[in-house]
């Protein structure tokens, strides 16, 4: 295996184990928003949680096919920039993983989605949320992560 290899192996590990805050915070983002109605907000605060909804319970059913097509279009966008065949045996490798765990993830129907944005003021996300009782929550991201 090349160092090629071995370095995308371990940017994909760190990627998996690093928090998902830390990434954001990478990319300069420091809150992050959601969008609700006046009864999710009470929810929330009444619980002091957010709840994640079955990706099948969705508004918009082909949003997991969306993310499955983005994550398989990435993969693919970096086999061929790749300079070597083992490069490009990983990634198919890497293909048939992510395949093998979209087929498990939907027989079991077990994938469960929060969402959060970086758009402060979402035209689309106000109208969906609107009748006069929708609510932004901003998250400040740099309070929750202690910086070593």
Known sequence: MDDNLDNVKMRVERF????????????N?????HYTTAEGLKGIL?????????SDFLNDYTEMQYCWSLVL????SLKEKSESA??????DEVKQEIETFRTEID???EMFIISFTKNRDSLAMWSHYS???GYNIALNLKPNIKMW
């Open 16 to 27: 998996i184990l690093e928090p998902f805050e830390e990434k954001l915070l990478e990319q």
């Open 29 to 33: 983002v420091n809150e992050i928003f």
């Open 46 to 54: 009444d619980s002091g949680y957010f709840f994640a909804s079955r």
């Open 73 to 76: 279009e990435l993969v693919n």
């Open 86 to 91: 083992n490069e490009r045996i990983f990634y």
């Open 107 to 109: 027989e079991l129907e």
């Open 131 to 133: 009748d006069n009782d």
